[in-house]
């Protein structure tokens, strides 16, 4: 739930502040219908690519790590199938896109060359320090042989491809 919400901050706060600014920085931009055309379009092609990656790696953590009855969203298995065999992070690869998308649709340059790479780097630095040392707590010894093989984000071609693969028979 606090995931949730620090997500919505970060939407809600970006989107505030980017309008803002764009009314310092940007007014030409701001009132440009071609800009917002093609922002629009940008923004609703990375978003539909974002939510695709999010189904498609949320699918397999559901069906590959969970054992016994957990409350949803939960895993207890260290998960190393599809994308999570090439990288320790796929879902957050594409949930790094998801601000930019948004920043796009809502067609605000402030948040898309200011904020959004700020919010990039917020989520980074929260993968390095909440969510793998809570996966160590997890899944300990396991998890620091996954470590020592698996890259946290890969760009390689079958990884991307795995990133959007809607079948789970990994």
């Not at 969203?73 to 994308?83: I, S």
């Not at 993968?127 to 890259?151: C, H, I, S």
Request: charge should be positive; charged fraction near 20%; include cysteine.
């Amino acid at each position: 739930m606090v995931r949730i919400i620090i997500w919505l901050l970060l939407i809600i706060g970006g989107a505030i502040l980017g309008f803002y600014l764009d009314s310092i920085f940007f007014p030409l931009m701001v009132r440009s219908i071609w800009f917002h055309l093609i922002t629009l379009l940008l923004g609703g092609f990375l978003l539909s690519l974002v939510l695709i990656i999010s189904r498609n790696t949320g699918r397999i953590l559901a069906k590959y790590g969970r054992e016994g009855d957990l409350p949803r969203m939960e895993t207890n298995v260290l998960v190393k199938e599809g994308p999570y065999k090439y990288m320790r992070h796929p879902m957050h690869l594409g949930l790094f896109f998801f601000p930019l998308s948004i920043a796009l649709i809502l067609g605000s340059p402030a948040f898309v060359f200011f904020i959004a790479p700020a919010e990039l780097i917020f989520m980074l630095i929260m993968v390095k320090l909440v969510e793998e040392p809570e996966a160590k707590r997890k899944f300990g010894e396991a998890y620091d042989q996954y470590v020592a093989k698996t890259p946290g984000f890969c760009l390689n071609p079958d990884c991307l491809k795995s990133l959007f693969r809607s079948k789970i028979n990994y």
